[in-house]
């Protein structure tokens, strides 16, 4: 009799102690349907949490076999410990959502579904939710509208962290260990057969949100930076354009300021003018280029992405080695 396939659900978690007992509970009755097919591993990843989490799941761990988690030492981002869960899933399949209840857990069996109809990336799309604040509505699209019109590979709009992988799909995505991870546009470059599920997320259940605009911000910049050479080309094009308009502008401001009789005035107003203006361009194209060589400097080192303080024991009739962080 040949084994039965096995599906692993990955979940994030940062400072979530009030929100995963509830989460677990919702998971639970969403997966059970799945249970006559496949053999489950649920997999906690604690992205280095300074409250309860880890004891929480420690305790969901005790009371759930189908229960694994990953402790990481510190806290290393939302997208490393996505990718650490990723690389320590056992499952032919692997979903990940998060752990605060704005990914609905009862979407799983409709993934699993489109996977088993052959896709290896499943994509969950998320509706435009309403109770987000203005700024962070439009600056998402205003993100992804600029990101689609610069970038390298298609990256669906308003998609989610919360998707199914094939173990195929799984594996190639492993191989790819930039430090500075867009995840949503790592799958996309994977290029493999994708289908995607419509989503309403729900509200948060407990805590708040760790995507501070700060967060969000490098969040953007890592997507913008990994996927498009546009930053670069278009410094370039700053600097060439901040050129001509200082050149312009000083022989505006010579015509209407300086007087005719003073043609050295004339000389130095021009010069003056033109090196703020070109030194200012000169400046925004040196910034994009440092961004770019800071990220090759960061691959160069070859530091792992994460280390791992403690984890459950992978079962072990599904155990496989686990990637190397």
Request: charged content about 20%; overall charge positive.
């Amino acid at each position: 009799m040949p084994p039965r396939p096995r599906l692993s659900i990955v979940c994030p978690a940062y400072q979530e102690e009030d929100v995963l007992p509830r989460f677990h509970a919702a998971l639970a009755p969403a997966v059970a349907p799945l249970e006559a097919e496949f053999d489950l591993e649920i997999l906690y990843v604690d992205d280095g949490s300074r409250d309860r989490t880890l004891a929480v799941i420690r305790a969901l761990a005790a009371a759930d076999p189908r229960v694994r988690y990953v402790s990481l030492s510190r806290n290393f981002g939302h997208q490393v410990a996505l990718t650490a869960g990723l690389d320590h899933a056992t499952g032919d399949a692997v979903v990940s959502l998060d752990s605060d209840l704005q990914h609905p857990p009862a979407l799983i069996p409709a993934l699993v579904a489109k996977w088993r109809e052959g896709c290896d990336v499943v994509l969950t799309v998320r509706s435009d939710d309403r109770r987000l604040g203005w700024f962070k509505r439009a600056s998402s699209r205003a993100f992804y509208r600029l990101l689609a019109a610069v970038s390298t590979v298609e990256v669906r709009p308003a998609a989610a962290d919360f998707r199914l992988l094939s173990r195929r799909a799984a594996d190639e995505l492993g191989r790819l260990r930039e430090p500075h991870r867009y995840v949503r546009g790592m799958v996309q470059w994977l290029g493999f057969p994708a289908a995607e599920v419509p989503f309403e997320p729900a509200p948060r259940q407990g805590g708040v949100s760790k995507y501070t605009l700060r967060r969000m911000l490098r969040f953007a910049a890592d997507g913008l930076l990994s996927f498009s050479p546009a930053p670069v080309r278009l410094a370039a094009a700053f600097g060439l354009a901040v050129t001509g308009a200082s050149w312009v502008l000083s022989t505006t401001a010579v015509a209407l300021l300086v007087p005719l009789a003073d043609p050295a005035a004339r000389v130095g107003l021009v010069l003056l003018t033109a090196l703020h203006a070109i030194a200012a361009g000169g400046l925004v194209a040196a910034g994009v280029i440092g961004e770019y060589l800071t990220r090759i400097y960061e691959q160069a080192k070859d530091r792992p992405l994460y280390l791992v303080k403690e984890t459950s024991p992978a079962p072990v009739a599904a155990a496989r080695p686990a990637r190397a962080a």
